[in-house]
């Protein structure tokens, strides 16, 4: 069932836009299920979980880091994680920076952008960046910004999803014409999940974060 949930998923979805499995709470059975369909990026929540995955699954995967960042666990992935979705502030954009300097490495990540209306959800405001001094501290010698990310609300209101995914786009054409206009690596835009990815396509999304659509409901009394 996983492999035809994924087709039905990439059949969807249009040229350009790129999907994310998110395997959090789930067994690497599983994993290797869309592993073995050709799927190779996949996105957890929870830092050990990710650790753990990733030492016994294929190199070759792109892990994606889509939960909450939180500074002290920022080493269980830094060496290895493809993408780290949730750079909320710029303390935490300066405490990746100091996690990639000691591993060696340039990262990649994603600014997110807080338009949902539930407090639960983290990041910046839209109107936020803006100031030259903000926009100084986006430079870093071990942290390449790729683009933005963000949720919407979780509504029966496509009216208001429709919206808040709109103001995602707007953020991310304003900095890219402010700080990025002439790095063609800014180029990522993910938003929309499973239950609102075709309205965040809509609104420009290049990158879909997909899980239980994919792998089925999650049984959270596993979490770590």
Known sequence: MIVQNIER???SLPNGVGLVAVSKLKPVEDIMEAYNAGQRAFGENYATELRDKAAV???DIEWHFIG???AKQIKYYIDFVHLIHGVDSLEHLEDVERAAEKAGRVVD???QVHVAQEETKFGFAPEDLVEPHELAQLVLPHVRIRGVMGMASHTDDNVRVSEEFRRVKTFF???KEMAFK???YFDTI???MSHD???AVAEGSTLVRIGSTIFGPRDYSKKQ
């Open 109 to 111: 990540v994603l600014l």
């Open 190 to 192: 993910s938003m929309g």
């Open 182 to 184: 002439d790095k063609p």
């Open 173 to 175: 054409d304003n900095l």
């Open 197 to 199: 990815y075709q309205l």
């Open 57 to 59: 699954l294929p190199k």
């Open 9 to 11: 998923v990439k059949a």
């Open 68 to 70: 909450h960042l939180q």
